[in-house]
């Protein structure tokens, strides 16, 4: 689809975690602080790995942290870079809308070109140009690392 978002859930880890609620109060806020932490580190290296053009991804990007404290949803937001998804992933051979890649032409030195790179797209589709998943890969061992120190004496 066209959501992109990844959403971190210590109680989808079982491994990890059998019952969140039953433990006790100092390892939920451990657990808490772990997850606050991995989703900050996520979202400030998706911003340091995302394509940047005029800057939108990067500043849509952000990291929402429930109200309990433990879940986290990371991503860009839809309303600003709703093309988010089709950088992470690429795309298939397309025809882009008319009229897209007018500005991203002249930002680029390249008016007059917007056919020919829509005919490369139509051809080629898009290469995947990842940013958030490599961002979370890149932070998921440290983060279960510090779940599973949290309830190690449990």
Same mark, same amino acid.
């Given at each position: ?105 002249? %930002?680029? =030195?390249?008016?007059? +070109?917007? &056919? #020919? *790179?829509?005919?490369?797209?139509? %051809?080629? =589709?898009?290469?995947? +140009?990842? &940013? #958030? *998943? ?10 279960? +690392? ?9």
């Amino acid at each position: 689809g066209d959501v992109m978002n990844i959403t971190v859930n210590v109680e989808g880890e079982e491994k990890v975690i059998a019952n969140v609620k039953r433990l006790t109060e100092t390892v939920v806020r451990k657990v808490k602080a772990a997850m606050r932490t991995a989703a900050l580190y996520v979202q400030r290296d998706a911003k340091r790995r995302a394509p940047w053009d005029v800057g939108t991804l990067r500043s849509s990007i952000k990291a929402n942290i429930s109200p309990d404290g433990l879940t986290a949803e990371i991503g860009a937001d839809q309303v600003n870079a709703k093309y988010a998804p089709y950088l992470e992933y690429g795309t298939r051979p397309h025809w882009p809308p008319p009229g897209v890649l007018t500005e991203w032409c002249r %930002r680029h =030195g390249m008016q007059g +070109k917007e &056919f #020919l *790179i829509a005919r490369k797209i139509a %051809r080629y =589709g898009t290469k995947p +140009k990842p &940013f #958030l *998943i490599p961002a979370w890969e890149s932070v998921k061992p440290g983060f279960i +690392k510090a779940v599973q120190d949290a309830i190690k004496d449990v």
